[in-house]
């Protein structure tokens, strides 16, 4: 039988690994201080397209172009339990407070089953694996990535974006995660690299949509509405900020944002010294700051393009992004830090990786 959300919410009992325990609401669980965020992926679909069931699949594979990123959604979970669970528990000894959950396909929405695949969470199992990060002394928050360049794992309904049945599927999405995730502190809902440009690249999507302008806003605004309704604040990348300034005037600053700079043309962290394209990304943090938002700048452990060419790695990305901001920012603004080694808990390779992740957010944390 399908777990409906108003019968988990009633729910009495929940699964564990050692029988059944009783599902009572969490208290909110709240991190003191500073925000020691580390943004790990439960689904891995935000970079894929979500086919019609009668496409012939081998034509599409022909249309790639050589050496392009693969447009094909995951059909299983990526996600392996042993894994995560190496990778948290290690977040939580090296001094992180937060978790920031990717869940994309990695969670069966009461409301939505059908957007879930083979070896989906439920929500029994989630709200298990909160308790347990709770008393590591980790908050949870959920990520829904809304941006049309990171929504595959909304799999047909990507294509109905701005109409009266996307909006709904949305509402029905964000009020399950609030009521598994027991009204968390935050939503954070994406909306990142909504361009034609990321979309396209390297046939990573077959499937081009964008809103721009008053579309983006509207529907911007109304995802961040319906966060408000269920007593959560949304939290959102603010790259759309970049190329439209307006958008710090028009964004409520109850927005929680997060700037990501990984300086990826290797242009440096002095804003007066960087004259590559990085540039913009840099000087986020500094609009952020002057328009009055509260904000989590995101570094990572993941190598840029430039960087990648140089073969210089991005050991140092972390560091230099945690003492430029403390240095810069007015602790006003400032409310933490946010960790992204943007790979999943899927293999040993890259369990190592976030692991490192975790070793050098660490260390940054400590300048």
Request: charged share 25%.
């Given at each position: 039988?399908?777990?409906?959300?108003?019968?988990?919410?009633?729910?009495t009992?929940?699964?564990?690994?050692g029988?059944v325990?009783?599902?009572?609401p969490?208290p909110?669980?709240?991190?003191?201080?500073e925000i020691?965020?580390f943004?790990?992926?439960?689904?891995?679909?935000?970079?894929?397209?979500?086919?019609?069931?009668d496409?012939?699949l081998?034509?599409?594979?022909?249309a790639?172009?050589?050496n392009?990123?693969?447009?094909f959604?995951?059909?299983e979970?990526?996600?392996?339990?042993d894994l995560?669970?190496?990778?948290?528990?290690?977040?939580?000894?090296?001094?992180?407070?937060?978790?920031?959950?990717?869940?994309?396909e990695?969670?069966?929405?009461p409301?939505?089953?059908?957007?879930?695949?083979?070896g989906?969470?439920?929500?029994?199992?989630?709200?298990?694996?909160?308790?347990?990060?709770?008393?590591l002394?980790?908050?949870?928050?959920?990520?829904?990535n809304?941006?049309t360049?990171?929504n595959?794992w909304?799999?047909?309904?990507?294509?109905?974006?701005s109409?009266?049945?996307?909006?709904?599927v949305?509402?029905?999405?964000i009020?399950?995660v609030?009521?598994?995730?027991?009204?968390?502190?935050?939503?954070?809902i994406g909306y990142?690299?909504?361009?034609?440009?990321?979309?396209d690249h390297?046939?990573?999507c077959l499937?081009?949509?964008v809103?721009?302008?008053?579309f983006w806003m509207?529907?911007?605004?109304?995802?961040v509405?319906t966060?408000?309704?269920?007593?959560?604040?949304a939290?959102?990348w603010?790259?759309?900020?970049?190329d439209?300034?307006?958008?710090y005037?028009?964004?409520?600053k109850?927005?929680?944002?997060?700037n990501?700079?990984y300086?990826?043309?290797y242009g440096?962290?002095?804003?007066?010294?960087?004259?590559t394209?990085?540039h913009k990304?840099l000087?986020?943090?500094y609009d952020l700051?002057?328009?009055g938002?509260?904000?989590?700048p995101?570094?990572?452990?993941?190598?840029g393009?430039?960087?990648?060419?140089?073969k210089?790695?991005?050991d140092?990305v972390i560091?230099?992004l945690?003492?430029?901001c403390?240095?810069?920012?007015?602790?006003k603004s400032?409310?933490?830090?946010?960790?992204?080694p943007?790979?999943?808990c899927n293999?040993?390779?890259n369990l190592?990786?976030n692991?490192?992740g975790?070793?050098l957010?660490?260390?940054?944390?400590?300048s």
């Amino acid at each position: 039988m399908t777990t409906t959300r108003r019968s988990f919410i009633a729910s009495t009992a929940l699964a564990t690994a050692g029988g059944v325990a009783a599902r009572t609401p969490l208290p909110r669980f709240t991190a003191p201080g500073e925000i020691k965020a580390f943004l790990l992926h439960l689904g891995h679909n935000m970079w894929c397209d979500w086919f019609p069931p009668d496409v012939d699949l081998k034509v599409v594979k022909a249309a790639i172009p050589p050496n392009g990123s693969s447009p094909f959604p995951d059909t299983e979970l990526r996600n392996k339990d042993d894994l995560w669970r190496k990778a948290t528990d290690y977040i939580a000894a090296k001094g992180m407070n937060m978790i920031v959950v990717d869940l994309g396909e990695g969670l069966v929405y009461p409301s939505h089953p059908e957007l879930s695949i083979k070896g989906s969470w439920t929500p029994e199992k989630m709200h298990a694996e909160i308790v347990r990060l709770n008393k590591l002394g980790i908050e949870v928050i959920p990520k829904l990535n809304f941006s049309t360049t990171h929504n595959g794992w909304l799999k047909h309904y990507r294509r109905m974006i701005s109409t009266p049945t996307y909006y709904k599927v949305c509402e029905d999405l964000i009020a399950d995660v609030a009521e598994i995730f027991d009204h968390p502190r935050f939503l954070h809902i994406g909306y990142d690299e909504e361009t034609a440009r990321h979309q396209d690249h390297s046939g990573r999507c077959l499937y081009v949509i964008v809103r721009k302008g008053e579309f983006w806003m509207h529907d911007f605004l109304h995802i961040v509405r319906t966060v408000e309704k269920n007593d959560m604040r949304a939290w959102a990348w603010s790259d759309y900020g970049w190329d439209h300034p307006e958008f710090y005037e028009r964004c409520p600053k109850s927005v929680l944002m997060s700037n990501w700079y990984y300086d990826e043309s290797y242009g440096g962290f002095e804003l007066s010294e960087n004259k590559t394209s990085d540039h913009k990304r840099l000087k986020g943090f500094y609009d952020l700051d002057k328009a009055g938002f509260e904000q989590v700048p995101c570094g990572t452990n993941w190598t840029g393009w430039q960087r990648k060419k140089l073969k210089i790695g991005a050991d140092d990305v972390i560091g230099k992004l945690v003492k430029m901001c403390r240095r810069d920012i007015s602790a006003k603004s400032l409310k933490g830090f946010m960790m992204a080694p943007w790979v999943s808990c899927n293999n040993e390779a890259n369990l190592k990786i976030n692991l490192k992740g975790a070793d050098l957010f660490a260390e940054a944390l400590k300048s």
